[in-house]
């Protein structure tokens, strides 16, 4: 039996994960969470034995040396991390505190004999663009936000234990993925809220800024053929969809599939963090998948049909 922790699985996408992953018999997944911005809903269900969640912050070493030692994984998912790029930039020391997280991880994984550790990176390490598609090894890591650079500090700590200490690693770069456990903080379940409530949707500047918005299946498929067919070991792999999408046509989606009355209201832009283009060079993903993504348009009516939301106007 393979055992298999996930930090940060009470969120979207470890909680999407640990709900994968425990569909295999052959896994035993350990769940840690500090349930600061995850909930215990997104858990697995209970009609599986092979999962166990223990309240803990990564953060903090007892917390988690006492897990590891306990139960000698095979495998990490390191996912915990305060996200949302307005919640970083107004806790900037509290994004800080996820390097700790990160030690802790990689310190305890070469001890114990961890196989490989997964680690969650982020788009937002490109900064503002300079090459498209965005390549993992040749688009340069420019941005200056406290969130990305905790997460390209994460990376070269990744690539250094490795060097040293034989750590094997994989490095997943999330372009926003999107899915019916994502809470109304991010801006895919925060415009069908309002559509559905056929109140103004808003954005920040003129919505011309684009990005690729990955449906939360994909992510999770890919990652996980990555783990079963031992692919991309120390390596980085983008995970998102390659299908560019302006905040404005988001909105202008939202309206039309759930045929809201809503409206679009424009704000000032945004003084930091809104970075004007975003997309993947996704090939490795696409290799591993051998299938077309989920379309923008079938994502928003799965988040209508699995997602929980207040009221609905769909027809």
């Given at each position: 039996?393979?055992?298999?922790?996930?930090?940060?699985?009470?969120?979207?996408?470890?909680?999407?994960?640990?709900?994968?992953?425990?569909?295999?018999?052959?896994?035993?997944?350990?769940?840690?969470?500090?349930?600061?911005?995850?909930?215990?809903?997104?858990?697995?269900?209970?009609?599986?034995?092979?999962?166990?969640?223990?309240?803990?912050?990564?953060?903090?070493?007892?917390?988690?040396?006492?897990?590891?030692?306990?139960?000698?994984?095979?495998?990490?998912?390191?996912?915990?991390?305060?996200?949302?790029?307005?919640?970083?930039?107004?806790?900037?020391?509290?994004?800080?505190?996820?390097?700790?997280?990160?030690?802790?991880?990689?310190?305890?994984?070469?001890?114990?004999?961890?196989?490989?550790?997964?680690?969650?990176?982020?788009?937002?390490?490109?900064?503002?663009?300079?090459?498209?598609?965005?390549?993992?090894?040749?688009?340069?890591?420019?941005?200056?936000?406290?969130?990305?650079?905790?997460?390209?500090?994460?990376?070269?700590?990744?690539?250094?234990?490795?060097?040293?200490?034989?750590?094997?690693?994989?490095?997943?770069?999330?372009?926003?993925?999107?899915?019916?456990?994502?809470?109304?903080?991010?801006?895919?379940?925060?415009?069908?809220?309002a559509a559905l409530q056929n109140q103004p949707i808003t954005i920040y500047g003129d919505g011309s800024q684009t990005r690729t918005f990955c449906y939360i299946t994909d992510n999770i498929e890919a990652t996980c053929k990555?783990?079963?067919?031992?692919?991309?070991?120390?390596?980085?792999?983008?995970?998102?969809?390659?299908?560019?999408?302006?905040?404005?046509?988001?909105?202008?989606?939202?309206?039309?599939?759930?045929?809201?009355?809503?409206?679009?209201?424009?704000?000032?832009?945004?003084?930091?963090?809104?970075?004007?283009?975003?997309?993947?060079?996704?090939?490795?993903?696409?290799?591993?998948?051998?299938?077309?993504?989920?379309?923008?348009?079938?994502?928003?009516?799965?988040?209508?049909?699995?997602?929980?939301?207040?009221?609905?106007?769909?027809?």
């Amino acid at each position: 039996m393979k055992k298999i922790l996930i930090t940060g699985g009470a969120g979207n996408v470890g909680g999407a994960l640990a709900k994968r992953l425990v569909q295999d018999p052959d896994n035993f997944v350990v769940i840690v969470d500090n349930l600061s911005t995850g909930h215990t809903q997104k858990l697995p269900s209970k009609e599986y034995t092979n999962w166990r969640f223990i309240k803990g912050d990564v953060n903090n070493y007892r917390d988690i040396s006492s897990v590891m030692l306990a139960f000698a994984f095979d495998y990490v998912f390191h996912y915990a991390a305060l996200v949302g790029v307005q919640r970083t930039l107004r806790n900037p020391v509290q994004v800080l505190a996820d390097i700790d997280g990160i030690k802790n991880i990689l310190d305890l994984s070469k001890n114990t004999g961890v196989k490989r550790v997964f680690y969650s990176s982020s788009s937002e390490v490109y900064g503002e663009p300079v090459e498209f598609p965005q390549n993992e090894h040749t688009t340069p890591l420019n941005s200056r936000l406290p969130y990305a650079v905790v997460k390209n500090v994460g990376e070269a700590f990744i690539r250094s234990y490795h060097q040293e200490f034989g750590l094997e690693y994989t490095i997943f770069r999330f372009f926003n993925t999107y899915g019916p456990d994502q809470s109304t903080d991010f801006v895919v379940p925060r415009f069908i809220q309002a559509a559905l409530q056929n109140q103004p949707i808003t954005i920040y500047g003129d919505g011309s800024q684009t990005r690729t918005f990955c449906y939360i299946t994909d992510n999770i498929e890919a990652t996980c053929k990555i783990l079963t067919e031992h692919k991309y070991l120390n390596d980085i792999v983008n995970i998102g969809n390659d299908r560019e999408t302006s905040v404005l046509e988001l909105a202008r989606e939202i309206i039309r599939v759930t045929e809201s009355d809503s409206a679009i209201r424009h704000l000032p832009p945004l003084a930091e963090g809104d970075m004007t283009r975003r997309k993947p060079d996704n090939a490795k993903m696409r290799a591993v998948l051998q299938r077309p993504l989920v379309s923008l348009e079938e994502g928003i009516r799965n988040m209508l049909v699995y997602g929980n939301f207040e009221s609905a106007v769909l027809r």
